[in-house]
């Protein structure tokens, strides 16, 4: 008798990190529901080059609460349930506080937090809810969520979303102590600078550079070392990872 295929959320997969994540799921055998915000076009293309089968696509607005709700009804109704969630869908707003008008701030902050804190937390939500009422229990369950190495640092330029992804790995380590004893393990990674697409103009400017630099490797990470590390923590060995913020930068900033 085979074993039953891992099914795998991954929020955020129409490009970069997420798009690394789905590909790298689907390649250990896991069928995939592919999420996206609004670049569908980009979603289906994610979703037809994955190796495998049973793939779904799903969508919704993080910030929206019901959008949260009927996106993952939508993936557990496409796959027949979900066993493991990448919380990795993020809002980025590069903001400088002196330059920066209150109306200006109080979107960022309220658009950035939304999608980042709120919408992963309504997210985390519903995946438990269905991961507590499946008929084979919840035992086995993976949550991991991608967070960042801003959390650590500060992120001066963009200080909403350093702030999201501090209160991101609180909530990871808050998830782990609560869910442990259903058997569900909740972790994070915490990437540094990651070459996708939204950073090849930045990358290849005048502070490219220093960036690379920034580790003693002096280059940044790629899509798939990310996707590498989310692939253990979501996989059978990782359970006593649970409550684990993992640095994936290269040692670019060590705590």
Not at 37 to 54: E, K, M, Q
Not at 176 to 189: E, F, P, Q, T
Not at 234 to 249: E, K, Q, R
Request: hydrophobic share 45%; with cysteine; glycine share 12%.
């Amino acid at each position: 008798m085979t074993s039953p295929r891992t099914r795998s959320l991954v929020t955020g997969a129409s490009r970069g990190i997420g798009a690394a994540i789905a590909h790298r799921l689907a390649a250990r055998g896991d069928r995939v529901a592919v999420h996206y915000g609004s670049s569908a076009d980009a979603a289906r293309a994610v979703l037809d080059s994955l190796p495998g089968d049973g793939h779904v696509l799903v969508s919704g607005d993080l910030g929206v609460p019901a959008d949260v709700a009927s996106m993952v009804a939508a993936a557990v109704e496409g796959m027949g349930g979900v066993d493991v969630l990448v919380n990795n869908a993020a809002a980025h707003d590069a903001l400088v506080i002196e330059d920066s008008d209150y109306e200006q701030w109080q979107y960022s902050w309220n658009r950035v937090l939304s999608v980042n804190l709120t919408g992963t937390a309504n997210v985390s939500w519903q995946v438990v809810r269905h991961l507590l009422d499946r008929p084979e229990g919840p035992d086995g369950g993976r949550i991991v969520t991608v967070g960042s190495r801003g959390a650590f640092r500060g992120e001066p330029q963009a200080m909403a979303y350093g702030a999201s992804k501090a209160a991101v790995h609180s909530l990871t380590q808050s998830l782990a102590l609560a869910l442990g004893r259903h058997g569900i393990g909740v972790s994070a990674v915490a990437p540094g600078f990651v070459a996708t697409d939204m950073a090849t103009e930045l990358l290849a400017g005048p502070v490219g550079d220093g960036i690379r630099a920034q580790s003693p490797f002096n280059r940044v990470g790629e899509p798939p070392e990310v996707a590498a590390a989310v692939e253990f923590l979501t996989g059978p060995d990782a359970l006593w990872c649970s409550g684990a913020v993992l640095d994936v930068n290269g040692a670019s900033y060590l705590r």
